[in-house]
């Protein structure tokens, strides 16, 4: 018999706020992370500013030791994570075996960072190898999951997914399996990225993927809008805490929210774009909501993955289309990349927050810098924009899509 399984913590380090509290309320509140590039001189580059993380200083959270062997995408982990646990209420002397916990972790590009500053060392050096001999360790994307789990002594199932930006939901989803097949009671799961280095922003810069308005950075994120351009970056990390219900009823947690289902598909169709009719999406939305034993006439609110590229949003939403058909019209969305950008690896973990939130609040956040809606947006699709909007909230849908063609839902329900 399959376990329930039920978000018991959360964690938010994001372009709009450092803790769960100051990230929804920002985030409610309509407000853009999007800020010039502080992180290296970006004068000469196309794009020239994302959604940094504001005021956060590493040494606030974590000790000299953690931060030499690590590469930022695990720090923003750490913290992260550390947030997500304390929020559960959860401790590791309460289980009968370390074994019963896991960390099961995403990241699009993992340490990026570390890579381009090793590099960088090397060529501009007289050719002579002098690497740190932590340059791998910090480099492998799955060093995050490791340290998570070496930080707290969980020493249940470990590793990382990666599948581009559908990568944290990927990671949802595979806790919740593992969960309900009876394999480990906690997992501690969600993603992490840094991707506002040099290379990042100059290569998706030469794919002509992300925003070059920089001329207004805080409007550039406008999801749906016939003026999309492009995403914008952003960097951080999102975490949860997936329990089995009885044993997070047995020890008294304050429970978010049920996982009620998951699916991924491949579009098989390009390097970075969508299907454009939305197969794949469509395909794994519906097996979702199979899952769930659920229909989309129970959705309540859909944070779609809604990036602000021209051909993305619109398959996306050709994708909710053959799913919803012509009759549903209470069925209402959301952009919130238009706040916070595009996290990459994190950005389902980021969303799968939002979602949880909402609904815990029966809020809807807003959809901002988007005035005019493309006109091949149905009528039925409802997309809240300006300021956020009162719903009562019992099932969200959080989207998520990758280069390559992968596609990550996930599905919650109020209890």
């Excluded at 450092?18 to 309320?25: A, H, M, P, Q, Y």
């Excluded at 769930?292 to 309540?300: K, N």
């Excluded at 909710?320 to 919130?336: F, P, Q």
Aim: hydrophobic share 40%; proline share 4%.
């Amino acid at each position: 018999m399959s376990k329930r399984v039920v978000v018991t913590g959360l964690g938010v380090l994001a372009p709009l706020g450092n803790d769960l509290k100051s990230f929804w309320e920002r985030i409610v509140n309509g407000e853009s992370g999007a800020v010039p590039i502080t992180k290296f001189n970006a004068e000469k580059f196309r794009t020239r500013f994302a959604c940094e993380l504001k005021d956060f200083n590493v040494t606030d959270h974590l000790d000299r030791g953690v931060i030499k062997r690590s590469d930022i995408f695990t720090q923003y982990a750490l913290v992260a994570s550390d947030q997500a646990i304390q929020d559960s209420g959860f401790s590791l002397d309460e289980m009968n075996s370390p074994f019963d916990v896991g960390v099961i972790w995403g990241t699009g590009q993992g340490g990026m960072q570390t890579f381009e500053e090793q590099m960088k060392a090397y060529y501009q050096g007289d050719g002579t190898p002098r690497f740190s001999p932590f340059f791998v360790p910090k480099l492998i994307a799955n060093m995050a999951s490791g340290m998570i789990s070496m930080r707290n002594g969980y020493m249940g199932v470990n590793y990382t997914t990666v599948s581009a930006c559908a990568t944290s939901n990927t990671a949802i989803m595979d806790a919740f399996n593992y969960i309900k097949w009876g394999k480990a009671k906690v997992i501690v799961t969600g993603g992490s990225e840094s991707p506002i280095t040099e290379g990042s922003v100059g290569g998706f810069s030469a794919m002509k993927a992300m925003s070059p308005r920089n001329d207004d950075p805080k409007t550039a994120s406008r999801p749906f809008d016939v003026g999309r351009d492009g995403f914008v970056m952003g960097e951080g990390a999102g975490a949860l805490i997936l329990e089995d219900y009885d044993h997070a009823v047995a020890r008294g947690a304050t429970i978010y929210c049920e996982v009620k289902g998951a699916a991924m598909t491949a579009d098989a169709y390009h390097l970075s774009a969508t299907h454009p009719e939305g197969i794949g999406a469509k395909e794994a939305m519906r097996q979702a909501l199979e899952e769930a034993e659920l229909t989309m006439d129970d959705v309540d609110y859909l944070n779609p993955h809604a990036t602000s590229t021209p051909v993305g949003d619109i398959s996306e939403i050709k994708a909710i289309m053959s799913m919803v058909g012509t009759g549903k019209n209470d069925l209402w969305m959301s952009g919130t990349k238009s706040m916070t950008g595009h996290l990459m690896g994190a950005a389902g973990a980021i969303e799968a927050i939002i979602s949880i939130m909402a609904m815990r609040d029966n809020v809807i956040p807003p959809t901002i810098n988007t005035t005019e809606i493309d006109p091949q947006i149905p009528s039925n699709i409802n997309i809240v924009t300006g300021e956020a909007m009162d719903k009562k909230i019992d099932v969200v849908m959080s989207n998520t899509f990758g280069f390559g063609g992968h596609n990550g839902i996930a599905i919650f329900k109020k209890m």
